[in-house]
């Protein structure tokens, strides 16, 4: 199954001019009637994008199908298939196809056309759907994998901000706030609030918050625990704000994290 990581602000169809294109998509592109109509499919797959992917049928009964791949809350691109049948091709779906293309006003060589249009692979729905969790998996760890990147330590950092991370990890569990990180390794709370945000990237507020939130995540494994001991255990006061951030941060809620990862494990 073809597959492509897209921007988001890619507007051509994912594998546009890559040796595995889908042949009867190649075809139809040199036309720009056709080629509006594929632009507007690209459209509806990226519009109203949550956390699940998007499938959308074109004029030929072609789908392609988009994975939102999120940092946080932020939307940074899509995991995108190539163009797939979900039903066997037969004559009388091509000659509607083919209509539809006369009617346009197409000029396209309609032997080649079906030729193409009859090497277009096949799926069942079961195997779509499928194929769909998978990359819906995929997603949601590359976006797992760009928070724990955030919270690891910087290989040039100020010795002020590695004593820093070493208290926050040893109380974070704690009500700590930045004058109390800022009395523990002897600095000013105006300098340590300047030196942090410039050595990590994050403000103190954001990396402590990742910090529980990847704590948060390896107590999730443990099934007996409950979702709400879990949030006061690594420091929230509240559980409402615990999902909220772990949702914005993880891209799904606590229970879904749990279940998802239950099913890898």
Same mark, same amino acid.
């Given at each position: 199954?073809? /597959?492509? /990581?897209?921007?988001?602000?890619?507007?051509?169809?994912?594998?546009?001019?890559?040796?595995?294109?889908?042949?009867? $998509?190649?075809?139809?592109?040199?036309?720009?009637?056709? +080629?509006?109509? $594929?632009? !507007?499919?690209?459209?509806?797959?990226? !519009?109203?994008?949550?956390?699940?992917?998007?499938?959308?049928? +074109?004029?030929?009964?072609?789908?392609?199908?988009?994975?939102?791949?999120?940092?946080?809350? #932020?939307?940074?691109?899509?995991?995108? %298939?190539?163009?797939?049948?979900?039903?066997? =091709?037969?004559? @009388?779906? @091509?000659?509607?196809?083919?209509?539809?293309?006369?009617?346009?006003?197409? !000029?396209?060589?309609?032997?080649?056309?079906?030729?193409?249009? @009859?090497?277009?692979?096949?799926? %069942?729905?079961? #195997?779509?759907?499928?194929?769909?969790?998978?990359?819906?998996? @995929?997603?949601?760890?590359?976006?797992?994998?760009?928070? #724990?990147?955030?919270?690891?330590?910087?290989?040039? !950092?100020?010795?002020?901000? %590695?004593?820093?991370? #070493?208290?926050?990890?040893?109380?974070?569990?704690?009500?700590? $706030?930045?004058? %109390?990180?800022?009395?523990?390794?002897?600095?000013?709370?105006?300098?340590? +609030?300047?030196?942090?945000?410039?050595?990590?990237?994050?403000?103190?507020?954001?990396?402590?918050?990742?910090?529980?939130?990847?704590?948060?995540?390896?107590?999730?494994?443990?099934?007996?625990?409950?979702?709400?001991?879990?949030?006061?255990?690594?420091?929230?006061?509240? /559980?409402?704000?615990?999902?909220?951030?772990?949702?914005?941060?993880?891209?799904? =809620?606590?229970?879904?994290?749990?279940?998802?990862?239950?099913?890898?494990?």
């Amino acid at each position: 199954m073809p /597959l492509a /990581l897209r921007a988001v602000d890619h507007w051509q169809p994912a594998l546009r001019g890559a040796p595995n294109e889908n042949p009867f $998509c190649e075809l139809m592109a040199r036309s720009n009637r056709v +080629c509006a109509a $594929c632009l !507007e499919v690209q459209r509806k797959l990226t !519009e109203k994008t949550g956390d699940r992917s998007r499938t959308v049928t +074109c004029f030929a009964g072609l789908s392609d199908s988009a994975v939102p791949i999120r940092v946080g809350d #932020q939307l940074i691109g899509f995991l995108q %298939t190539g163009q797939v049948l979900l039903k066997q =091709s037969d004559k @009388f779906r @091509f000659d509607r196809v083919a209509k539809q293309l006369v009617n346009w006003g197409v !000029e396209v060589d309609l032997s080649k056309a079906r030729e193409a249009y @009859f090497h277009t692979k096949v799926l %069942t729905k079961k #195997q779509y759907r499928a194929m769909l969790r998978l990359l819906e998996i @995929f997603g949601r760890h590359l976006s797992i994998l760009s928070n #724990q990147l955030a919270v690891e330590n910087s290989t040039a !950092e100020p010795l002020a901000v %590695t004593r820093a991370k #070493q208290f926050i990890a040893r109380n974070q569990d704690n009500a700590i $706030c930045l004058a %109390t990180v800022a009395k523990a390794v002897n600095t000013s709370t105006f300098y340590f +609030c300047k030196l942090f945000k410039r050595a990590t990237g994050l403000t103190f507020t954001d990396y402590l918050t990742r910090v529980r939130i990847e704590k948060a995540k390896t107590l999730l494994l443990d099934r007996n625990r409950r979702i709400s001991e879990i949030a006061y255990d690594v420091g929230f006061q509240s /559980l409402t704000h615990f999902n909220r951030i772990f949702r914005k941060l993880v891209g799904a =809620s606590p229970s879904s994290y749990r279940r998802s990862a239950s099913k890898l494990a």
